[in-house]
C-alpha cells in the first residue's frame, strides 16, 4: 500500500483541492494511493471536511490529534498509523497545494528502483521554486546549506517536506527519539537515514508557494532547526541511534 500522509491545521480551503489531486494522479496513472490526513484539531473546521471526505472519497482516512504540537510529531503519529495500516512506501506531502501530486509515481519509480527514501529537491537541476521573495529564498537555500555544512551530508535539500519512505526505513528509524517540532524534523530524519546506511535520492521538483492560507513558518520553528543541526553533530546518542559512530 502506498500512503500519502498529508498532516493539517487550518486547511479549510485546501484539504479537499489536495485530496482531489492525489486522486486524479493516482487514476490518471493507475496506482494505488491511500490518502491519510493528519489534522491537529483545526479551528477553521479542517477536521470536519477531512471526516467528510474519508465518507465520500474512496482511499482516504483521517487521525485526528488533540492539539498543535507541530509538523514533526503530526508526521511521526501519521507514521505509526501508515505501518498499522500496512503501508509500504509512505510519503510525505504539504496540504497547501505548494507540492504538486503529479511527482507522486515519479517517487515510486526511483523507490522501485531501489531508492529507500526519496527527497523531492528544489535544489538540483531541474528543480526550483515559484512565487518567493528574495529573503524567504535566500533563508530557505541558506538553511540548507547551513545543515549540509554542519552535518556533512551530501544532499542539496534537507528541508523541504516532499519525501517518499520505504517502510523498513520507518520500521528502523528510533521515531521515539526525534523531539523536533518544526521543519528541522525533515533535517533530522534524513540525517539518521543517511546514517542508517540506507540508499537516499533525490528528485527535482518545483516547489509553489501556497496560493490560499497563511504559512506555519515562524522565528521560533527557524531557531529551533538552527539549534537542532548543532545537537545532532554533537550528541553522541544520536548519532549512535542514527546508526553513526558514537
Known amino acids: 500500500m502506498n500512503i500519502v500522509v498529508l498532516p493539517t491545521y487550518n486547511e479549510a480551503e485546501n484539504v479537499r483541492h489536495a485530496v482531489a489531486r492525489i486522486r486524479e494522479v493516482a487514476d490518471g496513472h493507475g496506482i494505488q494511493l491511500h490518502t491519510l ?13 477531512a471526516d467528510d ?8 482516512s483521517v487521525l485526528h490529534r488533540a492539539g498543535k504540537e507541530g509538523l514533526g510529531k503530526a508526521y511521526i503519529a501519521g507514521f505509526r498509523r501508515a505501518l498499522e495500516m500496512g503501508g509500504e512506501r509512505v510519503f510525505e506531502m504539504d496540504a497547501d497545494l505548494s507540492h504538486d501530486a503529479t511527482y507522486l509515481p515519479h517517487f515510486l519509480r526511483l523507490i522501485d528502483q531501489g531508492a529507500d527514501l526519496v527527497l523531492g529537491s528544489r535544489y538540483v537541476k531541474g528543480g526550483g521554486v515559484e512565487n518567493w521573495s528574495l529573503p524567504r529564498r535566500v533563508i530557505s537555500r541558506g538553511g540548507c546549506l547551513y545543515a549540509q555544512l554542519i552535518l556533512g551530508l551530501p544532499y542539496h535539500d534537507l528541508t523541504g517536506g516532499f519525501k517518499c ?38 528528485l527535482p521538483i518545483v516547489f509553489v508557494d501556497r496560493k490560499v492560507g497563511t ?8 531557531l529551533e532547526a538552527m539549534k537542532n ?8 546518542s544520536a548519532r549512535a541511534r542514527a546508526g553513526g559512530p558514537a
Open 37 to 49: 490526513i493528519v489534522d491537529d484539531d483545526s479551528p477553521d473546521g479542517t477536521g470536519q471536511i
Open 53 to 60: 471526505l474519508a465518507q465520500d472519497v474512496p482511499d482516504v
Open 165 to 202: 519512505f520505504r517502510r523498513r526505513v520507518l520500521e528502523t528509524v528510533d521515531l521515539d527519539a526525534i523531539d523536533t517540532k518544526g521543519y528541522g524534523f525533515q533535517i533530522e530524519m534524513t540525517y539518521r537515514v543517511h546514517h542508517l546506511g540506507f540508499r537516499v535520492v533525490e
Open 215 to 222: 504559512s506555519k513558518m515562524t522565528n521560533d520553528i527557524v
Open 229 to 236: 543541526v548543532w545537537k545532532l553533530r554533537f550528541s553522541p
